[in-house]
DNA sequence: GTCTATAACTCGATAGAC
DNA sequence: GTCTATCGAGTTATAGAC
Protein backbone atom coordinates (compact mmCIF):
# COMPACT_ATOMS: atom_id res chain seq x y z
CA UNK A 1 0.00 0.00 0.00
CA UNK A 2 2.34 2.56 0.74
CA UNK A 3 5.48 1.05 -1.19
CA UNK A 4 7.82 3.46 -2.53
CA UNK A 5 9.50 2.90 -6.08
CA UNK A 6 13.43 2.79 -5.61
CA UNK A 7 13.72 6.11 -7.43
CA UNK A 8 11.27 8.02 -4.90
CA UNK A 9 13.47 6.56 -2.62
CA UNK A 10 16.62 7.57 -3.89
CA UNK A 11 14.83 11.29 -4.48
CA UNK A 12 13.84 11.11 -0.27
CA UNK A 13 17.26 10.33 0.77
CA UNK A 14 18.80 13.33 -1.30
CA UNK A 15 16.03 15.56 -0.68
CA UNK A 16 16.29 14.67 3.75
CA UNK A 17 20.03 15.60 2.93
CA UNK A 18 19.73 18.82 1.36
CA UNK A 19 16.86 20.00 3.45
CA UNK A 20 18.73 19.45 6.17
CA UNK A 21 21.63 20.95 5.37
CA UNK A 22 20.16 23.79 3.73
CA UNK A 23 17.12 24.92 5.39
CA UNK A 24 13.73 25.34 2.57
CA UNK A 25 15.08 28.72 1.56
CA UNK A 26 18.32 27.58 0.84
CA UNK A 27 17.79 24.77 -0.36
CA UNK A 28 17.50 24.07 -4.38
CA UNK A 29 15.52 21.39 -6.36
CA UNK A 30 18.75 20.74 -8.67
CA UNK A 31 20.88 20.06 -6.03
CA UNK A 32 18.31 17.29 -4.67
CA UNK A 33 18.22 16.21 -8.44
CA UNK A 34 22.01 15.95 -8.25
CA UNK A 35 22.04 14.16 -5.42
CA UNK A 36 19.42 12.06 -6.39
CA UNK A 37 21.26 10.91 -9.78
CA UNK A 38 18.20 12.54 -11.65
CA UNK A 39 17.12 15.14 -13.95
CA UNK A 40 15.26 18.66 -12.38
CA UNK A 41 12.48 17.29 -14.49
CA UNK A 42 12.29 13.97 -13.51
CA UNK A 43 12.24 14.88 -9.62
CA UNK A 44 9.33 17.17 -10.59
CA UNK A 45 7.54 14.21 -11.80
CA UNK A 46 7.95 12.55 -8.83
CA UNK A 47 7.57 15.01 -6.63
CA UNK A 48 4.96 17.93 -8.19
CA UNK A 49 6.73 21.11 -6.13
CA UNK A 50 9.80 21.68 -3.81
CA UNK A 51 6.48 22.75 -0.65
CA UNK A 52 5.06 19.28 -1.65
CA UNK A 53 8.59 17.23 -1.33
CA UNK A 54 9.37 19.09 1.85
CA UNK A 55 6.02 18.45 3.77
CA UNK A 56 6.52 14.94 2.98
CA UNK A 57 10.07 14.80 4.34
CA UNK A 58 9.15 17.23 7.01
CA UNK A 59 5.97 14.81 8.00
CA UNK A 60 8.16 11.74 8.16
CA UNK A 61 10.40 13.72 10.12
CA UNK A 62 7.73 14.74 12.66
CA UNK A 63 6.51 11.16 12.63
CA UNK A 64 9.90 9.57 13.75
CA UNK A 65 11.09 12.09 15.73
CA UNK A 66 7.55 12.60 18.16
CA UNK A 67 7.45 9.11 20.08
CA UNK A 68 11.06 9.58 20.37
CA UNK A 69 9.99 12.53 22.83
CA UNK A 70 7.42 11.06 24.83
CA UNK A 71 8.56 7.50 24.63
CA UNK A 72 7.44 7.32 28.77
CA UNK A 73 5.85 4.37 29.92
CA UNK A 74 5.22 3.98 33.72
CA UNK A 75 6.25 0.58 34.24
CA UNK A 76 8.08 0.61 37.48
CA UNK A 77 10.01 2.50 40.33
CA UNK A 78 13.47 2.11 39.11
CA UNK A 79 13.62 5.32 37.01
CA UNK A 80 17.58 6.43 36.92
CA UNK A 81 18.15 4.24 33.79
CA UNK A 82 14.79 5.01 32.23
CA UNK A 83 16.45 8.59 32.32
CA UNK A 84 19.68 7.17 30.49
CA UNK A 85 18.10 5.22 28.35
CA UNK A 86 15.31 7.84 26.73
CA UNK A 87 18.57 10.39 26.78
CA UNK A 88 20.06 7.99 24.74
CA UNK A 89 17.63 7.19 22.07
CA UNK A 90 17.14 11.34 21.72
CA UNK A 91 20.43 11.80 21.23
CA UNK A 92 20.68 9.01 18.56
CA UNK A 93 17.83 9.91 16.54
CA UNK A 94 18.87 13.95 17.09
CA UNK A 95 21.91 13.17 15.47
CA UNK A 96 20.91 10.73 12.70
CA UNK A 97 18.13 13.78 11.83
CA UNK A 98 19.41 16.86 13.17
CA UNK A 99 16.43 19.44 13.76
CA UNK A 100 17.86 22.02 12.74
CA UNK A 101 15.11 21.65 10.23
CA UNK A 102 12.19 22.22 12.91
CA UNK A 103 13.99 25.08 14.49
CA UNK A 104 13.69 27.06 11.24
CA UNK A 105 10.85 26.06 9.40
CA UNK A 106 8.68 24.86 12.05
CA UNK A 107 6.97 29.01 11.45
CA UNK A 108 6.27 28.29 7.62
CA UNK A 109 2.77 27.25 8.85
CA UNK A 110 2.60 27.16 12.67
CA UNK A 111 -0.97 25.67 12.91
CA UNK A 112 -0.99 22.84 10.17
CA UNK A 113 2.31 21.83 12.38
CA UNK A 114 0.63 22.06 15.60
CA UNK A 115 -2.10 19.83 14.60
CA UNK A 116 0.88 17.05 12.75
CA UNK A 117 2.53 17.53 16.12
CA UNK A 118 -1.03 16.46 18.05
CA UNK A 119 -1.65 13.77 15.75
CA UNK A 120 1.75 12.27 16.09
CA UNK A 121 1.77 12.29 19.76
CA UNK A 122 0.32 8.80 21.43
CA UNK A 123 0.97 9.92 24.65
CA UNK A 124 0.96 13.39 25.59
CA UNK A 125 2.91 14.56 28.63
CA UNK A 126 3.87 10.87 29.25
CA UNK A 127 6.83 12.46 31.49
CA UNK A 128 4.58 14.65 33.41
CA UNK A 129 2.54 11.53 34.54
CA UNK A 130 5.35 9.18 35.31
CA UNK A 131 7.09 12.17 37.21
CA UNK A 132 3.91 13.10 38.74
CA UNK A 133 3.33 9.50 40.16
CA UNK A 134 7.28 9.28 41.14
CA UNK A 135 7.21 12.43 43.38
CA UNK A 136 4.29 11.21 45.03
CA UNK A 137 5.58 8.11 45.98
CA UNK A 138 8.65 9.97 47.98
CA UNK A 139 11.00 8.85 44.86
CA UNK A 140 11.96 12.13 43.13
CA UNK A 141 11.73 15.71 44.61
CA UNK A 142 8.57 17.12 44.43
CA UNK A 143 9.02 20.23 41.86
CA UNK A 144 7.53 21.16 38.38
CA UNK A 145 8.85 18.88 35.72
CA UNK A 146 8.65 21.26 32.81
CA UNK A 147 11.78 22.36 32.73
CA UNK A 148 12.96 18.66 33.51
CA UNK A 149 11.08 18.06 30.15
CA UNK A 150 12.63 21.40 28.27
CA UNK A 151 16.26 20.03 29.79
CA UNK A 152 16.20 16.38 28.54
CA UNK A 153 15.49 18.31 24.78
CA UNK A 154 17.76 21.10 25.49
CA UNK A 155 20.84 19.11 26.33
CA UNK A 156 20.42 16.02 23.87
CA UNK A 157 19.26 18.67 20.87
CA UNK A 158 21.52 21.63 21.33
CA UNK A 159 24.87 19.63 20.50
CA UNK A 160 23.46 19.50 17.48
CA UNK A 161 21.40 22.10 16.75
CA UNK A 162 24.69 24.59 17.17
CA UNK A 163 27.73 22.22 16.36
CA UNK A 164 29.59 24.39 14.63
CA UNK A 165 29.72 27.28 16.93
CA UNK A 166 30.55 24.61 19.73
CA UNK A 167 33.15 22.93 17.98
CA UNK A 168 34.54 26.39 17.25
CA UNK A 169 33.90 27.53 21.41
CA UNK A 170 35.89 24.35 22.59
CA UNK A 171 38.56 24.11 20.02
CA UNK A 172 37.61 20.44 18.78
CA UNK A 173 37.23 19.88 15.12
CA UNK A 174 34.57 17.75 13.88
CA UNK A 175 36.15 14.51 14.65
CA UNK A 176 36.79 15.49 18.36
CA UNK A 177 33.44 17.17 19.04
CA UNK A 178 31.22 13.68 17.95
CA UNK A 179 34.04 11.44 19.71
CA UNK A 180 33.13 13.80 22.85
CA UNK A 181 29.33 13.26 22.68
CA UNK A 182 29.76 9.77 23.36
CA UNK A 183 30.80 10.85 27.08
CA UNK A 184 28.50 13.64 27.24
CA UNK A 185 25.52 11.12 26.84
CA UNK A 186 26.23 9.98 30.26
CA UNK A 187 27.19 13.43 31.48
CA UNK A 188 24.00 14.53 30.22
CA UNK A 189 21.98 12.08 31.65
CA UNK A 190 23.69 12.21 34.82
CA UNK A 191 22.89 16.35 34.95
CA UNK A 192 19.20 15.51 34.72
CA UNK A 193 18.65 12.62 37.10
CA UNK A 194 21.05 15.11 40.08
CA UNK A 195 17.97 17.43 39.19
CA UNK A 196 15.53 14.81 39.70
CA UNK A 197 17.11 12.83 42.69
CA UNK A 198 15.80 13.44 46.78
CA UNK B 1 35.56 57.23 14.57
CA UNK B 2 33.35 54.64 14.13
CA UNK B 3 30.15 57.00 14.47
CA UNK B 4 27.09 55.58 12.15
CA UNK B 5 24.63 58.03 10.10
CA UNK B 6 20.58 57.95 11.20
CA UNK B 7 20.61 55.97 7.92
CA UNK B 8 23.12 53.34 8.18
CA UNK B 9 21.37 52.71 12.08
CA UNK B 10 17.92 52.15 10.51
CA UNK B 11 19.18 49.70 7.80
CA UNK B 12 21.31 47.46 10.12
CA UNK B 13 18.37 47.30 12.79
CA UNK B 14 16.01 46.27 9.70
CA UNK B 15 18.67 43.90 8.10
CA UNK B 16 19.29 42.72 12.19
CA UNK B 17 15.57 41.73 12.16
CA UNK B 18 15.00 40.30 8.58
CA UNK B 19 18.29 38.01 8.89
CA UNK B 20 17.35 36.58 12.10
CA UNK B 21 13.53 35.69 11.06
CA UNK B 22 14.26 34.73 7.77
CA UNK B 23 17.89 33.21 7.78
CA UNK B 24 20.73 34.66 5.06
CA UNK B 25 18.93 32.46 2.33
CA UNK B 26 15.24 33.79 2.97
CA UNK B 27 15.89 36.96 3.79
CA UNK B 28 15.09 39.51 0.67
CA UNK B 29 17.18 42.60 0.10
CA UNK B 30 13.56 44.33 -0.92
CA UNK B 31 12.43 43.37 2.58
CA UNK B 32 15.02 44.71 4.44
CA UNK B 33 14.76 48.25 2.05
CA UNK B 34 10.98 48.38 3.19
CA UNK B 35 11.83 47.96 7.13
CA UNK B 36 13.82 50.56 6.82
CA UNK B 37 11.79 52.60 5.07
CA UNK B 38 14.39 53.30 1.62
CA UNK B 39 14.60 52.15 -1.57
CA UNK B 40 16.39 48.91 -2.92
CA UNK B 41 18.74 51.17 -4.81
CA UNK B 42 19.62 53.44 -1.47
CA UNK B 43 20.10 49.86 0.23
CA UNK B 44 22.51 48.84 -1.88
CA UNK B 45 24.22 52.77 -1.97
CA UNK B 46 25.19 52.18 2.01
CA UNK B 47 25.75 48.54 1.96
CA UNK B 48 27.40 46.75 -0.98
CA UNK B 49 25.75 43.70 -1.12
CA UNK B 50 23.45 41.13 0.69
CA UNK B 51 26.49 39.11 1.83
CA UNK B 52 28.73 42.28 2.82
CA UNK B 53 25.33 43.66 4.74
CA UNK B 54 25.14 40.07 6.53
CA UNK B 55 28.64 39.90 7.10
CA UNK B 56 28.42 43.21 8.75
CA UNK B 57 25.29 41.65 11.38
CA UNK B 58 26.96 38.43 11.50
CA UNK B 59 30.11 40.17 13.11
CA UNK B 60 28.06 42.60 15.40
CA UNK B 61 26.38 39.37 16.50
CA UNK B 62 29.11 37.72 17.65
CA UNK B 63 30.74 40.70 18.78
CA UNK B 64 27.71 40.79 21.36
CA UNK B 65 27.30 37.21 22.18
CA UNK B 66 30.77 35.86 23.35
CA UNK B 67 31.63 38.24 25.75
CA UNK B 68 28.10 36.93 27.17
CA UNK B 69 29.51 33.70 27.02
CA UNK B 70 32.62 33.95 28.64
CA UNK B 71 31.33 36.06 31.29
CA UNK B 72 33.41 34.56 34.00
CA UNK B 73 35.93 35.99 36.72
CA UNK B 74 37.01 34.40 39.92
CA UNK B 75 36.30 37.10 42.51
CA UNK B 76 35.46 34.42 45.17
CA UNK B 77 33.81 31.01 46.64
CA UNK B 78 30.28 32.07 46.48
CA UNK B 79 29.89 29.95 42.87
CA UNK B 80 25.99 29.93 43.28
CA UNK B 81 24.77 33.79 42.90
CA UNK B 82 27.24 33.89 40.11
CA UNK B 83 25.78 31.06 37.90
CA UNK B 84 22.45 32.47 38.43
CA UNK B 85 23.90 35.59 37.46
CA UNK B 86 25.54 34.39 34.36
CA UNK B 87 22.77 32.46 33.06
CA UNK B 88 19.96 35.17 33.35
CA UNK B 89 22.70 37.55 31.39
CA UNK B 90 22.76 34.79 28.72
CA UNK B 91 18.98 34.47 28.60
CA UNK B 92 18.64 37.84 28.49
CA UNK B 93 21.42 38.19 25.23
CA UNK B 94 19.52 35.42 23.56
CA UNK B 95 16.10 36.66 23.58
CA UNK B 96 17.22 40.09 22.57
CA UNK B 97 18.85 38.44 19.40
CA UNK B 98 17.62 34.42 18.63
CA UNK B 99 20.74 32.94 18.09
CA UNK B 100 18.94 30.58 15.32
CA UNK B 101 20.94 32.92 13.18
CA UNK B 102 24.37 30.97 13.97
CA UNK B 103 22.58 27.27 14.17
CA UNK B 104 22.58 27.79 10.85
CA UNK B 105 24.80 30.42 9.33
CA UNK B 106 27.43 29.68 11.13
CA UNK B 107 28.41 27.14 8.08
CA UNK B 108 28.97 29.22 5.75
CA UNK B 109 32.52 30.12 6.07
CA UNK B 110 33.60 28.05 9.34
CA UNK B 111 37.42 29.02 8.73
CA UNK B 112 36.24 33.06 9.19
CA UNK B 113 34.07 32.41 11.85
CA UNK B 114 36.17 30.50 13.83
CA UNK B 115 38.89 33.15 13.16
CA UNK B 116 35.69 35.99 14.25
CA UNK B 117 35.11 33.79 17.75
CA UNK B 118 38.75 33.46 18.69
CA UNK B 119 39.75 37.45 18.13
CA UNK B 120 36.07 38.14 19.78
CA UNK B 121 37.13 36.13 23.15
CA UNK B 122 39.21 37.65 25.73
CA UNK B 123 39.33 34.97 27.98
CA UNK B 124 39.02 31.87 26.75
CA UNK B 125 37.66 28.46 28.98
CA UNK B 126 37.03 31.27 32.02
CA UNK B 127 34.64 28.94 33.24
CA UNK B 128 36.31 26.21 33.51
CA UNK B 129 39.43 27.72 35.08
CA UNK B 130 36.94 29.24 37.75
CA UNK B 131 35.56 25.84 37.82
CA UNK B 132 38.82 23.78 38.59
CA UNK B 133 39.95 26.34 41.32
CA UNK B 134 36.55 25.52 43.34
CA UNK B 135 36.82 21.61 42.39
CA UNK B 136 40.31 21.84 43.89
CA UNK B 137 39.38 23.69 46.98
CA UNK B 138 36.39 21.50 47.70
CA UNK B 139 33.73 24.08 47.40
CA UNK B 140 32.32 21.76 44.18
CA UNK B 141 32.56 18.58 42.76
CA UNK B 142 35.41 17.06 40.90
CA UNK B 143 34.12 16.54 37.57
CA UNK B 144 34.55 17.05 34.03
CA UNK B 145 33.91 21.03 33.35
CA UNK B 146 32.48 20.30 29.94
CA UNK B 147 28.87 19.10 30.21
CA UNK B 148 28.48 21.84 32.35
CA UNK B 149 29.51 24.41 29.92
CA UNK B 150 27.36 23.05 26.97
CA UNK B 151 24.63 22.57 29.55
CA UNK B 152 24.53 26.12 30.30
CA UNK B 153 24.09 27.38 26.71
CA UNK B 154 21.75 24.53 25.82
CA UNK B 155 19.24 25.54 28.64
CA UNK B 156 19.50 29.26 27.93
CA UNK B 157 19.57 29.02 24.43
CA UNK B 158 17.22 25.91 23.40
CA UNK B 159 13.88 27.69 24.82
CA UNK B 160 14.76 30.52 22.09
CA UNK B 161 15.94 28.13 19.38
CA UNK B 162 13.24 25.47 19.29
CA UNK B 163 10.44 28.03 20.66
CA UNK B 164 8.05 26.87 17.96
CA UNK B 165 7.99 23.21 18.95
CA UNK B 166 8.14 23.83 22.30
CA UNK B 167 5.31 26.03 22.37
CA UNK B 168 3.17 23.07 20.59
CA UNK B 169 4.69 20.48 22.28
CA UNK B 170 3.72 22.09 25.89
CA UNK B 171 -0.08 23.33 24.39
CA UNK B 172 1.07 26.94 25.18
CA UNK B 173 0.87 29.94 23.15
CA UNK B 174 3.57 32.31 22.59
CA UNK B 175 2.39 34.59 25.40
CA UNK B 176 1.92 31.73 27.73
CA UNK B 177 5.47 30.39 26.84
CA UNK B 178 6.81 34.05 27.12
CA UNK B 179 5.64 33.98 30.48
CA UNK B 180 6.64 30.84 31.74
CA UNK B 181 10.33 31.14 30.69
CA UNK B 182 10.46 33.92 33.19
CA UNK B 183 10.40 31.06 35.83
CA UNK B 184 12.43 28.50 33.42
CA UNK B 185 15.25 30.93 34.06
CA UNK B 186 15.59 30.43 37.77
CA UNK B 187 14.64 26.65 37.46
CA UNK B 188 17.54 26.09 35.02
CA UNK B 189 20.22 27.70 36.98
CA UNK B 190 18.83 25.50 39.90
CA UNK B 191 19.84 22.48 37.43
CA UNK B 192 23.00 23.60 36.70
CA UNK B 193 23.56 24.43 40.80
CA UNK B 194 22.12 20.84 41.40
CA UNK B 195 25.16 19.42 38.72
CA UNK B 196 27.92 21.50 40.55
CA UNK B 197 26.99 21.10 44.28
CA UNK B 198 28.97 18.63 46.47
C1' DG C 1 21.96 60.61 -1.52
C1' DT C 2 17.72 58.85 -3.30
C1' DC C 3 14.95 57.18 -6.61
C1' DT C 4 12.92 54.55 -10.96
C1' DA C 5 14.00 51.46 -14.35
C1' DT C 6 16.26 47.70 -15.87
C1' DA C 7 20.10 44.56 -16.60
C1' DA C 8 21.86 40.07 -15.32
C1' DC C 9 21.06 36.04 -13.31
C1' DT C 10 18.91 32.19 -10.58
C1' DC C 11 15.48 28.99 -9.78
C1' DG C 12 11.10 26.41 -9.79
C1' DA C 13 8.30 24.47 -13.02
C1' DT C 14 6.70 22.80 -17.63
C1' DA C 15 6.59 21.47 -22.66
C1' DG C 16 7.53 18.10 -25.58
C1' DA C 17 10.76 14.67 -27.79
C1' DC C 18 12.12 9.98 -27.03
C1' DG D 1 9.61 7.59 -17.05
C1' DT D 2 13.43 10.37 -18.32
C1' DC D 3 15.59 13.81 -20.54
C1' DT D 4 16.90 18.59 -22.84
C1' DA D 5 15.42 22.98 -23.54
C1' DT D 6 13.10 26.80 -22.10
C1' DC D 7 9.68 29.75 -19.90
C1' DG D 8 8.50 33.06 -16.47
C1' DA D 9 8.71 34.79 -11.89
C1' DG D 10 11.56 36.67 -8.64
C1' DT D 11 16.09 38.49 -6.88
C1' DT D 12 20.49 40.89 -6.52
C1' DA D 13 22.75 44.57 -8.23
C1' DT D 14 23.57 48.64 -11.20
C1' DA D 15 22.80 52.66 -14.47
C1' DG D 16 21.53 57.01 -14.71
C1' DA D 17 18.19 60.87 -13.88
C1' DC D 18 17.24 64.16 -10.31
Redesign the interface.
Known amino acids: MDELTEPEQRILAAARKVFER ?5 ARMQHIADEAGISKASLHYYFRSKEKLFQRIFDEYITRIVPV ?1 SAWNDDGDDWQPKVRTFMKGMMKAISESP ?2 L ?3 E ?2 RD ?1 SK ?2 AL ?2 ARRKK ?1 NAFAAYFERLSKAGLVRD ?2 P ?2 L ?3 M ?3 C ?3 Y ?2 K ?3 C ?4 MDPKQYNA ?1 LD ?2 TD ?2 A ?3 I ?2 MKK
Open positions: DGYAGFMLIARFDPMELTPIDRPIMAQALAYPMNAFLAAMRYQYQADIIRA
